[in-house]
């Protein structure tokens, strides 16, 4: 929501939510506003480093001399141009939201030697809002943790390139911590992560919960995958994201839920994915590790598919739920994953798959990653666990039947896929 305010002072905006039912169900939530010019300090390039500045007539010049000016309820906010910013350390004792002056392009170069961390454990949340970022090296911008929140909303984050595989480059990256309260509180939306150089990811999170992550744009090129919640994912949410690969560069792991140490109550719905699959699990190797209360709903994957690992098969696993796809990958098998395992005793009540729509080609419903020991045909599938029967609203069809049918997706114009596929409702 946004609204103008004709001056400075205090205004209370109230969200009225109602319901479609017949008996109609309202909820009401007002927000107090201070509209203040003293709450905004403005960087321009052609502005001064000096004392008595920061406003919209004499704007500071760089961010840096904004930041170290600045007190914890103010906002920086950066006029067109593009920036050499340097190392950001955002903490509770200064400004924590930066954003872009609305409607100019304010260009963050990090020139492939810094990132910005934030580490923030008392409200607000921090905010960074509106910027392109280049010269992303290793991670762009790194939560550490953010136990108050961090939110990152219209960002283009346009190169990035790992120099150290093994710590999980990403363009976000979220630091693992030792306590077990709620930890990031991400709120990762609207953003549009471009090429990235390595085995990296567009997100890569230890100890994430509470988080949102929705309605981006991600194109990342040749790499490990797109989005990863590798450690410990607590009541999480991915949706509405639009996540694609070249045919060269096909990749699994389009949104990875690892659970290198358990996972609960992750949602992943209405993401459309383009030769890249969603995977639950690859890291949660030991019989003490669980994944609880998984549900993947809603989302339409093309030219790959879902894949499930170890993790929702372990003693202590369940309610993991797969229902109201559609999964379009032609010769590939819809699902796939487990790598020689043997097949779980618990795999009818650990998991539920229902209500899919399906075109596949393929003679087996489930492939395993590196063996055969698990395959299993679809006589196997639908008839001894009863997964994607036609009792429970699934469709087996190895023909194009949604060619032409679907609502237009929110791609650019040109793009092959517009009009033609999309994450359709029931």
């Known amino acids: 929501m946004r609204f103008t305010p004709a001056s400075e002072g205090s205004y209370v905006l109230t969200l009225e939510i109602r319901d479609s039912g017949a008996t109609q169900k309202m909820l009401e939530q007002s927000f107090m506003i201070e509209s203040a010019a003293s709450r905004f300090l403005l960087v321009a390039l052609n502005g001064n480093d000096a004392a008595g500045g920061g406003t919209l007539a004499a704007p500071y010049k760089t961010l840096a001399y904004a930041l170290a000016s600045s007190s914890p309820n103010q ?9 050499l910013p340097g190392n950001i350390k955002v903490y509770d004792t200064k400004a924590k ?6 409607d100019e392009v304010v260009t963050l170069n990090l020139n492939k030697a810094a990132n910005i961390v934030v580490s923030s454990n008392t409200a607000p949340a921090a905010r960074i809002e509106g910027f392109d970022i280049t010269g992303v090296t290793q991670w762009g911008i790194i939560s550490d943790p953010s136990k108050a929140g ?31 309260a709620w930890r990031h509180k991400f709120l990762i939306q609207e953003n549009d992560f471009g090429t990235y150089i390595g085995n990296g990811y567009a997100t890569t999170w230890f100890d994430a919960g509470e988080s949102l992550l929705e309605n981006n744009q991600l194109n990342l090129g040749k790499v490990n995958g797109g989005f990863h919640d590798k450690d410990n994912s607590q009541y999480n949410t991915y949706r509405e994201n639009y996540i694609a690969f070249s045919d060269t560069n096909r990749n699994p792991m389009g949104i990875q839920v ?22 639950l699990g690859v890291q949660c190797f030991q019989a003490t ?4 209360n998984h549900d993947v709903h809603h989302n339409t994957v093309v030219k790959h598919r879902i894949g499930l690992g170890w ?3 372990q003693p202590n696993s369940a309610g993991t739920r797969i229902s109201h796809n559609i999964i379009s990958n032609g010769s590939l098998s819809p699902y796939g994953g487990l790598s020689c395992q043997s097949r779980p005793a618990g795999l009818a009540t650990q998991l539920a798959v ?16 590196e063996c055969s020991g698990n395959d299993m045909s679809w006589a196997v599938w639908q008839g001894t666990y009863g997964f994607d029967a036609a009792a429970s609203g699934s469709t087996i069809s190895a023909s194009s039947a949604l060619t032409g049918s679907g609502p237009l997706t929110g791609l650019p114009a040109g793009d092959a896929l517009r009009g033609t596929r999309g994450y359709q409702l029931p």
């Open 75 to 83: 906002a920086i906010v950066l006029r067109k141009g593009t920036y």
């Open 354 to 369: 229902a209500a899919n729509f399906i075109e596949s080609s393929n003679s087996l419903a489930f492939k395993d990653s």
């Open 150 to 180: 961090l939110v990152i909303r219209n960002v283009r984050f346009l190169d990035g390139q790992s120099t150290n595989n093994s710590e999980n480059p990403a363009f976000i990256h979220g630091w693992g911590d030792t306590s077990s």
């Open 97 to 102: 939201q930066f954003l872009a002056y609305p």
């Open 258 to 279: 690892s659970a290198q140490d358990n996972s609960a109550n992750v949602h992943i719905h209405h993401n459309l994915l383009v030769n890249a699959g969603i995977h």
């Open 289 to 292: 590790c669980s994944m609880r």
């Open 311 to 313: 993790g929702p098969f």
